[in-house]
């Protein structure tokens, strides 16, 4: 371990402030689904993955991250800012004119972290795979990582993505899907029902796996477990459980607060939640 | 008239196919995926000697090209083929977020454009496709002539950085230009030089374009004809040298007159350099089964239908 769970919490706290200081800041954006992903991403970024400190668009010789539900970007921003990818004063920017934080992120601006635009649903699996070709052709044994929306998977391309990958025994991409059982019209059982996606993928050929994504401790576990089942021929599925708007009590539960931002009386209400660990940017 | 003849006719996504083989040959990092149509793609040359370079996707545009745009992440440069319509129309949203916004070095390849595709009709032969394409901010666009063009478009774009769409067509036809010709993205290529009218034609029109030429020789009409195969970025210089000499243009398109080379055109002029001009392309139609001959000849895309544009656009010179 990099650091020890504690220590990982902490870094969670902060950019859980970050997050609803930042949708508070624009009066937009997305708390829900950016709060409910803020222990994988921490995990992710500061246990799991193998990246340089020097950001560079090819990727060579490390892992690679793809988050293809890309509004909840304040999640990855804040993450990115904290993992040494740009300073955490530009989280500041967020949304607003001239930024490098766009709403959804964005290569254009020249952001360093993201490799692919995302936003509009249902594509990071099939570029993340193309990565992961790219990657076989190169010898380079490096993983490349997603993240996807549950609601997310009712768009088609994540399963002519999921067709393909373990026919072509991709093996070193992981897949999570953020599994929170909403959406923006609410409860995705009500909206279009997922039915088992452990069955809809294991049909497919993946190797599934379950953690709780709220439970620092289990998900770095979860994605070093993951890590472990590569390179045997099949593609890992991480289903991970977690709810929207995780540490902020008031948003939990629930989709009403998908894409909403919180006023000034709810933004303390959140912050005195929110322990401030690593300093406010 | 300068004279242009042929002893061969051939397809020009043949030329697509040769081109990508020797782009293989010449670069280690370009790579090919094909949504299972390699045959028609005419991409077996290079699945030959590259097998571990290509990708076969199956009936999925849209993974392919967001797998096209993935696999640019550490340096290769993929080309994708299949037919025009699910190059574009089919994976528009894909094509847009994850290859134009994002920037990455994706070479869209484009085959049966057009009415051409012939007896299959409508659902195939899109004719919106320059449109969509030329739209997205920084697509290069580039619908090639004849074989040797489309050979040399497909090593240039190889050479380009940045996302590319190719079109391309099904049916054989003449072989006019030179094989060593050496294609420079957004350059027109003069094919005569005249006075009396300026013929833009992109495509399948090109071949048409010197029949009508000819033709208007008959009747006294001194034609100039340029071939724009880069639709987008438009050699602007070239065409407003030649109307602000002819006065008059006529612009030639397998495409739907909404959208195309000649609204680029048309564009050019009304802000630089106002002048009558006339449409040869088709109009805000869907296309039918038929053969490609008879399909050019019932939407008028035929050189008597440029013939007429021509005699329509010097009688409205003032």
Request: negative net charge; glycine residues 10%.
């Amino acid at each position: 371990m990099k650091h020890t769970i504690k220590e990982l919490e902490d870094i969670a706290s902060q950019i859980r402030r970050d997050i609803v200081r930042m949708v508070h800041g624009c009066q937009s954006g997305h708390p829900g689904g950016s709060l409910g992903c803020t222990d994988f991403f921490t995990a992710l970024y500061f246990e799991v993955l193998n990246h340089k400190k020097e950001f560079t668009m090819d990727g060579i010789g490390e892992d690679l991250f793809f988050l293809s539900n890309g509004h909840i970007s304040p999640v990855w921003y804040s993450t990115l800012a904290h993992a040494g990818y740009f300073d955490k004063s530009e989280l500041a920017t967020f949304r607003k004119l001239d930024s490098r934080l766009q709403g959804h992120p964005t290569t254009h601006e020249h952001l360093p972290g993201v490799r692919v635009a995302s936003g509009s649903l249902g594509q990071g699996m099939s570029v993340a795979i193309g990565a992961a070709l790219t990657k076989r052709l190169n010898g380079d044994n490096s993983y490349v990582f997603t993240l996807h929306g549950d609601g997310e998977l009712q768009e088609g391309q994540n399963w002519e993505a999921a067709m393909f990958a373990p026919f072509h025994k991709l093996d070193h991409l992981i897949c999570t899907v953020d599994y929170n059982g909403q959406q923006i019209d609410g409860p995705t059982d009500k909206v279009l029902s997922l039915d088992s996606l452990q069955a809809k993928f294991e049909a497919f050929g993946w190797h599934v796996i379950n953690t709780d994504g709220n439970d620092m401790q289990a998900i770095v576990e979860g994605l070093h477990y993951a890590k472990t089942l590569t390179g045997k021929g099949k593609p890992i599925l991480n289903l991970m459980s977690t709810q929207m708007g995780a540490g902020v009590d008031y948003m939990m539960g629930s989709h009403k607060w998908h894409g909403t931002a919180p006023n000034d009386e709810q933004l303390a209400a959140a912050l005195a939640q929110l322990p401030e660990t690593l300093g406010d940017y | 008239m300068k004279k242009y003849t042929y002893t061969e006719k051939k397809d020009t996504r043949s030329g697509f196919g040769a081109g990508l083989h020797e782009a293989g040959k010449k670069n280690e990092n370009v790579v090919a995926l094909c949504a299972d149509l390699v045959g028609s793609l005419k991409m077996d040359a290079f699945i030959k000697d590259f097998p571990e370079r290509f990708t076969q996707v199956g009936i999925a545009e849209a993974n392919m090209i967001g797998i096209a745009a993935g696999m640019t992440i550490g340096g290769k440069i993929p080309f994708t083929g299949t037919f025009a319509n699910f190059s574009t129309g089919r994976v528009y949203d894909q094509i847009r977020q994850s290859v134009a916004y994002s920037n990455k070095n994706v070479k869209i390849c484009a085959s049966h454009a057009g009415l051409t595709l012939g007896e299959d009709g409508a659902t195939h032969q899109i004719l919106e496709d320059i449109g969509l394409m030329k739209m997205l901010p920084g697509m290069v666009v580039i619908n090639p002539c004849d074989y040797n063009q489309t050979k040399a478009a497909t090593l240039a774009i190889a050479e380009y950085e940045g996302p590319v769409y190719l079109r391309f067509g099904r049916p054989v036809i003449p072989v006019f230009t030179d094989p060593d010709q050496k294609f420079e993205i957004g350059k027109a290529w003069m094919v005569n030089e005249g006075t009396d009218v300026t013929i833009i034609a992109t495509g399948h029109m090109v071949w048409k374009a010197i029949e009508a030429g000819e033709k208007l020789a008959e009747l006294g009409i001194d034609a100039e004809i340029i071939n724009i195969h880069t639709i987008k970025p438009l050699d602007e210089e070239a065409i407003l040298k030649s109307v602000k000499k002819t006065g008059c243009v006529v612009t030639c398109e397998e495409h739907n007159k909404f959208g195309g080379l000649g609204e680029s055109v048309a564009r050019l002029l009304t802000t630089e350099l106002p002048s009558p001009q006339e449409f040869v392309a088709t109009n805000d139609t869907f296309g039918e089964s038929g053969t490609p001959d008879q399909l050019m000849a019932k939407y008028g895309l035929d050189a008597v239908n440029i013939v007429e544009a021509v005699q329509k656009v010097i009688s409205r010179k003032k």
